[in-house]
Each structure stands twice: as structure tokens, then as C-alpha cells.
């Protein structure tokens, strides 16, 4: 089993910044990706960003050059450094880890970005 917790969400104005933190517990392996996640009001949820094997780094293209992903197989975080923040980021956070049979939430944090 895995329990992930996040951290770090909040409201800010359009181009500030926020770090989201996400601590995993349980059986995390290095081999499977861990990432973030998020879903705007009405809309489906979307990968932002994600870390996978041999830390192959994946963005979503709207986040490209704003947002920076960066994962400690030790202690088994994954932050998501935000930067330049515009309403449209406005959404619930969601942290997973996700291996061949299995996905993983956290409980979620929201950011919301004012204009």
C-alpha cells in the first residue's frame, strides 16, 4: 500500500509563484513514476508533470519553462516548483504514483490564481 501527502497549495496572484511538496509512504520503487496531477473545476483531470524511470522528466506543454518537477528517491518526495501562475493553473493538485498494476492520490491541495 501507498499513501501519498501533499502540501504547499494556496491562492496567489497571476504571476506569482508556489511549490507544491508530496511525501509517499509504503512501497515505492525508484523504477515507477511519481508525479502531479490536476483538475480545474468542469474539467477533467491532467497530468502537469511526472518523474519516471531514470528520472525521465514529462510536462505538460501549458506548463513548460514555468513549472520545474523535481523528485528524492531517498526520502521518496516529489515537489512541484510553480512559477509565473496564471488563473488558468487554478485547479486541485493531486499527487500519484503509479506502477504497472496499480495508481496512487493523494487527498489533493488547491491552488488558485487570481487575475
Known amino acids: 500500500q501507498v499513501h501519498l501527502v501533499e502540501s504547499g497549495g494556496g491562492s496567489v496572484q497571476s504571476g506569482g509563484s508556489l511549490k507544491l511538496s508530496c511525501v509517499g509512504s509504503?512501497?515505492?520503487?525508484?523504477?515507477?513514476?511519481m508525479g502531479w496531477y490536476r483538475q480545474a473545476p468542469g474539467k477533467q483531470r491532467e497530468l502537469v508533470a511526472r518523474?519516471?524511470?531514470?528520472?525521465?522528466?514529462k510536462y505538460a506543454d501549458s506548463v513548460k519553462g514555468r513549472f520545474t518537477i523535481s523528485r528524492n528517491y531517498a526520502r521518496n518526495t516529489v515537489d512541484l516548483q510553480m512559477t509565473s501562475l496564471q488563473p488558468e493553473d487554478t485547479a486541485v493538485y493531486y499527487c500519484?504514483?503509479?506502477?504497472?498494476?496499480?495508481?496512487?492520490w493523494g487527498q489533493g491541495t488547491e491552488v488558485i490564481v487570481s487575475s
Open positions: 509504503g512501497r515505492i520503487g525508484s523504477t515507477n513514476a
Open positions: 500519484n504514483y503509479a506502477t504497472r498494476d496499480s495508481t496512487y
Open positions: 518523474v519516471s524511470s531514470g528520472s525521465a522528466r
